[in-house]
Each structure stands twice: as C-alpha cells, then as structure tokens.
C-alpha cells in the first residue's frame, strides 16, 4: 500500500530554517516524482517544489526559488525539502504526494496522489 508520511514542521522566526521529511513505501522515487505542495488558511494549494529522483529533474515555484532545496534519498525511500530564509507567508500546511503516472513530472497537483496528511509550517516573529 502506497503511504507518504511527512515530519519536520515546526514554528520558526522569520530567516530561520526547517528541513521537512517525506517517508515513502510502495513505489519507487526512481520512476514517480515526489512533490512537496502547500495550504495556506484561506488560499488554493501551491505546488513548492517535486523531484524525478531518477533523472534528478527538480522543480520549484518562483516563490521559493533560491531558498528551498528538494533532494530524495533512494536508499531511505525519502523525500527531503530544505527550507531556508522562511518568511512569514511560506506559513502553510506542507504535504507530500507522489505522481499518478511513471514519467510525470512538474507541480500540477492534478498530476500527483497518495497525500501524506501534511505538517504545520509557521513562520512568525
């Protein structure tokens, strides 16, 4: 059974740093990106950032460019999002999920399933 469990929110001052973590199981990170995605209160989910760990393609919105690193362990079947220089609006719910389809890729979530049940992220002074 396909579960993405995901770890490592937390409350943080703005400039801080949080690294998140996305443990996999029955699938391979080799042939289906996973995806880190967010909720604001209030606000549509964003696609943040995915990974084709067999390609090593990235992906990562404009908002979080420069600041947020995606990496994936094969070996551990984990999906890591490195998060520096937080600012108050990444404040969010973060979730994992994984493509639908070998091959896909991107940051459309229709593209993506099997959500973990996400972890809080605040950023605040």
């Known amino acids: 059974q396909v579960q993405l469990v995901e770890s490592g929110g937390g409350s943080v001052q703005p400039g801080g740093s949080l690294r998140l973590s996305c443990a996999t199981s029955?699938?391979?990170?080799?042939?289906?990106?996973g995806g880190w995605f967010r909720q604001a209160p209030g606000k549509e989910r964003e696609g943040v950032s995915s990974?084709?760990?067999?390609?090593?393609?990235?992906y990562y919105a404009d908002s979080v460019k420069g600041r947020f690193a995606i990496s994936a362990d094969r070996a551990k079947s984990t999906v890591y999002l490195q998060m520096n220089s937080l600012k108050p609006e990444d404040t969010a719910v973060y979730y994992c999920?994984?493509?639908?389809?070998?091959?896909?890729?991107?940051?459309?979530?229709?593209?993506?399933?099997?959500w973990g049940q996400g972890t809080q992220v605040t950023v605040s002074s």
């Open positions: 999920a994984k493509t639908a389809a070998e091959g896909e890729y991107g940051l459309d979530g229709g593209n993506f399933e099997s």
């Open positions: 029955a699938f391979s990170l080799e042939y289906y990106a």
């Open positions: 990974i084709m760990a067999g390609t090593g393609f990235t």
